[in-house]
């Protein structure tokens, strides 16, 4: 680790300034990320500023009826808020299930958007990545697949992101606040994160020296029962092979709207918006949900090592949607 | 870097610290406080979990800056008297010896403050013994590779009954 300093933050444009102008400086939130690859030589800054004192860190009603989560805010803090259980479950069930006690109470709303890759190749620096490297090439390929993507991927990168709430978020049609040196600005949910293409060394349309101010839910209300459903490798505490953000609005048998995205098949939280048209204005039969399914999935690319995985999230998939449709019977 | 906080109710320094290092480094090599375990330094196992402001975390993932004008409680600090001579184990460490739940013994501080953060966040709450599962969720973080966490179980189970006892009135187990 080369040497670097550590400032604490006052006021956001202060920091967004001292950012932009130093190419070699970062935020830092919880650190549950960053001191981690800090350690691991993925990144080598010369300046850390701490923003968490200064972000927001709760959450708050908006007069259009939607809410805004503070991007300070701890995750297990917002994992816990009741306003947030009862609204919008999935985001709360997609916090939990990610990582472990100990880390969601360090862990902030801007940092967990903002989390890298857990792509082993890109963790190791002694492997080509061009995440990290760029035109260093991929060591993927070949290599450890299990926890890559399936979906947007391309010649240059395989890695998926690794968040549970950015899953969540992308299913509610979140907006992430975001200041940079010309002001603030919005962004959607479904924008923040890219495909990697050629360039797979940006994860994000943000540019160097933006902060993450906040997140904005809209008013939503059959989010109130939504799901969040994460397969995984063991019971608790592990990535998701594949996970499923969901939410459905029927009403006389028949689906009014549906909001579904998927984790862990991409290099951005997957938003499902083939499997929602095949759901608009459908029965829910098992055949509907196992077409909408098929259609998200259809153009699925596994490489060698995941070809389980577009069976695994076609079926976690209308496994979701199935407990919520007969939720939804049952109420 | 100077750096000053509270660890186990005692106002401390540290000085020439360097920013790279992590809150784990800070207390082992500089306070004397080695009580919180070094072992993945990645966040994946636990065994440095400390408090910081009232919320348990890995100690390894916090910058020594993040640290500074917060408090933190260790391992060292769930003894009940600050003097050596009289020190006597919580309920949680003395539950963790007598139901065999160390080993090798690596784990066992992270554990234990994540125990006792549990029974807080349960017992403490005036709420009910917390069942296998959440015993288990609660720990997730924690990993040991000696026990197979039958008897971590036991112990964690073990203590949360004493303080309950005790809280409604039995008097102390
Ligand atoms: C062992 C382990 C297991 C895990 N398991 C899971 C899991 O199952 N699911 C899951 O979703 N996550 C998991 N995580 C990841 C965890 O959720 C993230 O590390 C955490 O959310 C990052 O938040 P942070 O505040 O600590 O970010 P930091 O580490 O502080 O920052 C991460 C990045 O975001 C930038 N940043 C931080 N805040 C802002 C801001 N406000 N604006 C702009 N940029 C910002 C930083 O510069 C840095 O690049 C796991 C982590 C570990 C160590
Ligand atoms: S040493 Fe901190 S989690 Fe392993
Ligand atoms: S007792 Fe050895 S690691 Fe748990």
Redesign the interface.
Known sequence: ?N????R?AEDAAGAVATVAADPRAMF?G???NL??H??LGIVDPDL?V?V?RLLPDGVEPLPDGGVRIGAGM?N?DLAADPLIRRRYPVLSQALLSG?????R??ATTGGNLLQRTRCVYFQDVTMACNKRRPGSGCSAFGGYTRYHAILGASEHCIATHPSDMAVALSALDATVVVQGTDGERRVAMTELHRLPGDAPERDTVLRHGDLITAVELPDLPFAARSRYRKVRDRA??AFALVSVAAAVDLSDGVIREARIALGGVAHKPWRATRAEAELRGARPTEETLRAAAEAELAEARPVEGNEFKPTLARNTLVATLRDLVEEERTR | MRVSFEVNGHEVTADNVWPGESLLYVLRERLGLPGSKNACEQGECGSCTVYLDGVTVCSCLVAAGQAQGRAVRTVEGLAESGDLAERRLSPVQEAFVEAGAVQCGFCTPGLLVQTDDLIERTVGQGGGVPDEAEIREHLAGNLCRCTGYEKIIDAVRLAAERTAAQRDGGGPA
């Open positions: 680790m040497p670097f300093d550590y604490r830092l919880g650190g549950t001191v981690d800090l350690k850390l701490d968490t701890r297990s990582a472990s006690g100990q880390l109470n360090a608790s505490y």
